[in-house]
Structure formats: C-alpha cells, structure tokens
C-alpha cells in the first residue's frame, strides 16, 4: 500500500524513478534479501515440478503416444472411471497402503516399547541400530532378497517344511500366486519400512515426562493402563504424523511391487504407480497414464492436505 | 520380593523378545549374505541349506573384474555425490532465507515446499521422459542429476531451516557489526555452527539418491549410464537364474551405507527422522 502511495507522490519530480527504487529498497529490503537467497532452489523446483504438472494435466486430455497427439476431451477420464480393472487397481494401492501403515504401527511401535524399557544401554543402541539397517536397504535390494526367499525352492518354504507342513503347501511360488502376491510385497514392504516408525515412536517415548509414570504408579495404574492412558495420548501427534507420512509413501510407492512381481500374477497385485508406468512406458498410452496419475495425483493430495496442515502449524 | 520377581520376569521377557526381533529382521540380510557366497547350484537346491556347503567368493570376482559393473558403482557415487552437494548448497542458501527474513509469500513458499514432498513421483516420469529426449539429455547421468533434486532439495531445505531457527540471530548480527559481511558473517558463524544438520542432510540425501529406482528406470537406457539399483534389476532379467551374483551385488551396493551408519549413526538418523520432525 505504502508502496503505491510513494509511487503517486514522486511522480512528477523529474527525479522519481532513483526515488522510487531507492523507497522499494527501503521497503522492501527483507524481500529483495531473502529472494536473492532462495530464487536458485525455488526456480528449479517451480521448473521441475509445477511445470511438469500442468504438461501431465494437458496430456490427460489427448491421446498420445508422444509424437503424435488427439484431443479426446474426457473420454480418458470415463473409460478410466468405469474400468472395473481401474478399480481394482485402486483397492489394490489402498490395501497395500492400509497392510503396510497399520504392520509399521504395530511393529514399530512394540519395538520402540522394548527398546524403551529399562534395559541395559549399551544393548539398546546395538538392539537400535541393528533394527535400523533394512531401512538402509535400496527397495530394490530388499525386494530381490525377498524374491529370492519367497521363491518355490526358497527358504521361505524350506522354514515351512522344516515346521513339519506338507509338501503341497511348501511348493508355493508366492509371488507366483495372484492370492498371495500382494500379501507377500506388503510382507517385504513392511520389513523394509517399519524402522522409521520404531524410530520416530522411540523418541517419542523418549520425550514422555517420567513424572506421569511414577504418579500412575503411586495411583496403583497397572502397566496395561499406563499404556492406555499415559502412553498413548502422549505419542498422539507423533503417531498422527507418522501415519499421514507412511500413508503417502506408501501409496505413491513404485519399487515394492515393480521389482518383486511386475503387477502380476493377471494384475493381482498391481498398484497404481506401476499401473501408471505400464500403460504410458510400455502400452504406449500416455494420455490414459497421465489421465490415471491425475487421479492419482487427487487422491494423494486429499491425504497431503491433512499432513501440509499440520505440518504448517507446527511451522508457524 | 514378589514385585523384585515381576519386574526380573519381565525384564528377561523384554530382552529375549528384542533378542527374537532381531534375529527375524536380520534373517533376510543374513540370506542374502550367505546366498552370494554360495555357488549358484547350491542357491536352487530343494530343501535348502541352512549354512553354504561349498563357500566361494565367485559371484564377487564376477562383479570386480567386470568393467561394466565397475562403471555402475561409479555412476552412483557420482550422482548421489553431486546430488548432495548441490541439494547442500543450494538448501542451505534458501533454508537461510527462510529462518533469517520476515518476507512477503514466506508461508507460501513453505507450503509449496512441503507439498512438493507429497507428489507422487511416477506423476512427474511422463513429461520428464519427454522433455529430456527433447533436451538430447535422455540417458545420461545429468538427467538423473537434475530430477533427484526434486525430492532431495525440499528436504534440505526443511532440515537446515530448522536447524537454523534454533541458532541465535545475534551471533551473525555481532559478526556483522565487527565488520563481516553478511556472506563473511555466515561462512564464519551460521555454517561452522550447524554442522550436524549438513551431515544429517547430507548423509540421508546421499541415501536417497543412491536407492532410487523409478527415475533410473524411465530416463536410462544403456549399461555405461546404469545406477546400482537399476542394474540389481537389471541382473533379474538377463541372468534369472545367477541369484549368487545378484546377492553378492546387493551385498555390495548396501554396504557403503551400512558402514557409514555404523560410525554416524546419530547424524543418519537424525537426518532420516528430520523429514517428519522439521515439518
């Protein structure tokens, strides 16, 4: 506002273009400072990511296997939306999703409660950190080494012959089944991943006044309650957040499902990142795949929405 | 004495069940081990062996004396080095903006920064794949240089922004008045001080770069250009059953990281829960 009334006012001086620059220097002065440091990174961001957003929102209107282009207004959309195979692609992310957010919960959690409880400290950190490592792992790694185990000659059905089952159940190929093929890449997902959730729950923990503990214990709280009603409402947030993160990750997720079956056995256990990447890369349907990550693009950003609101209260 | 007795029981129960974890999440690391040391014959075998009867160190030789995976290794230290410098440095310039300067659009462009980290990435493969064949860029190193940055960056900035909100303007505002400039002030006190934000940063960033795979996938194409992950891949395809070669790459490609956990653990972690932490 000051701005534009300092404008009005040296306007007819002869000199009014250095007073101006010289008043929007004053005024500005943060701005020109703080935007001097940060127009590199937001430049190659805005380049990198807003463009090619609007370029995959326009091809989602065409047919087009990339030299040549059609409109077709809609009609990816509807053929995409009444695809009974689209659907299924959907559950199959949502379960995947769901399957691997609630194992990390779990997991991770009974794990940071371990890790947490009076033990030696030494044996703590090497407990901590040995648990960590599948979380160093490529997914790419971590799927191979699980292909390898879930094999029909692996050492996965070599555990279930040693346990004494029959030899019917023990030929399984894991992946090879479409009934046990999503199942087995959420097993391996959840290998992979649960270490960032005993991780973030450990600190968590770490941060819970003992007081809390010790009143409750003068009250005559057995351990089951504490964890009810200490614990748990003190991890709230932290648990809030952890989800909402892993849920999009987990949703956007490529390489799971991509190294260890393909989408296969007949689609059992495609998700949509995979969907996306085989009808643009190798049906050569970029219109359709751009249409499909648009919707994609939607259903990840109603989750973000939560955790970009969380996360800009916390900033502020 | 009864409570004494509760409490020992459920002290051993807590160790032996951390004990029992463990050994179940290290069991896959330890298969993959002891598959690459195992001659291929003996990976098929039904039922398996538990321990390798015949040890052999073949799958590595095969992966050492081969140019062409040497060349592999090499591309990745590349890009996830470079990556991480760049992200580094061009984080830390922006993350200062932000923790420094009361500005116009600064919640805008936090927003935008912790909204880019939501996309999902296979979104973005389609125009990437075109523009950089239309750029003469398809596969080559520079490609992946430039896309990594779209999750790397972000991320950089969130962690030293935070880090920085926690450093005392005076510091830099004294050095200033002693006759720094404002780049001297921050060369002498900000970055000498919030060095283990650049090693979490860093070290997390080097990470990600080095397990990434979808961008690998669709902007590479010949062997000369391959990252480890997508080679690893690659290794399923061409030789579907030299399962020991394939161990005793993954062996290979996970133990620089590994070691570099175990000697900076504190900072690795610090920078892998930042993500979640800073925002």
Known sequence: ?316 | MGSQNKRRIINTTTYLLLILAIIIMCFPLAWMFSVSVRPNVEVMKMPPDWIPQIFTLEAYSKILGSPKYIRVFFNTVAVAGIVTAFSLFLGSMAAYALARFNFKGQRTVLMFLITIQMFPLVLLCIPYFRIFILLNLYDSLVALIIVYLTFTLPFCILMLRSYFLNIPKDIEEAAMVDGCSRIGAIFRTLIPMSWPAFIGAGLYTFLLAWNEFLFAVVLIESWGKRVLTMAIYSLLAEFITEWNTMMAFSVLASLPLIFTFVFLQKYMVQGMTAGALTS
């Open chain 1, 1 to 316: 506002m000051s701005f534009n009334n300092s404008k009005n006012r040296s306007a007819p001086i002869g000199r009014s273009i250095p007073f101006v620059t010289l008043k929007f220097r004053r005024l500005y002065s943060e701005e020109i400072l703080a935007y001097s440091f940060l127009w590199p990174s937001l430049l190659i961001l805005t380049m990198l990511m807003v463009y090619p957003l609007l370029e995959v929102f326009r091809l989602s209107f065409y047919e087009s296997n990339l030299t040549r282009e059609t409109w077709v207004g809609l009609s990816n959309y509807s053929a995409l939306l009444f695809d009974p195979f689209f659907w299924n692609i959907f559950l199959n992310t949502v379960l995947f999703t769901i399957g691997s957010v609630i194992l990390h919960l779990v997991l991770g959690l009974g794990l940071a409660l371990l890790l947490n409880a009076k033990i030696n400290h030494i044996f703590r950190s090497v407990a901590r950190g040995i648990l960590i490592v599948p979380w160093l792992l490529a997914p790419t790694v971590a799927g191979m080494i699980w292909v390898l185990m879930l094999a029909p000659f692996g050492v996965f059905n070599g555990f279930l012959t040693a346990l004494g089952f029959t030899s019917d159940l023990t030929n399984i190929a894991w992946l090879g089944d479409s009934s046990t093929a999503l199942g087995s890449v959420t097993a391996m997902n959840v290998w992979r991943a649960y270490p960032f959730f005993m991780v973030m729950l450990l600190a968590g923990l770490q941060s819970v006044p003992q007081q809390l503990y010790e009143a409750s214990q003068i009250d005559g709280a057995t351990i089951f309650q504490q964890f009810i009603y200490i614990t748990l409402p003190e991890l709230k947030s932290v648990i809030t957040t952890i989800v909402l993160l892993d849920s999009i990750w987990t949703f956007r997720a490529f390489d799971p499902v991509f190294v260890m079956t393909g989408g296969g056995p007949s689609y059992s256990s495609e998700v949509l990142a995979t969907a996306i990447y085989y009808d643009g890369f190798q049906k050569m349907k970029f219109g359709y795949a751009s249409a499909e990550a648009i919707l994609m693009f939607i259903s990840l950003f109603i989750v973000s929405a939560f955790y970009v609101r969380r996360a800009m209260n916390n900033n502020n």
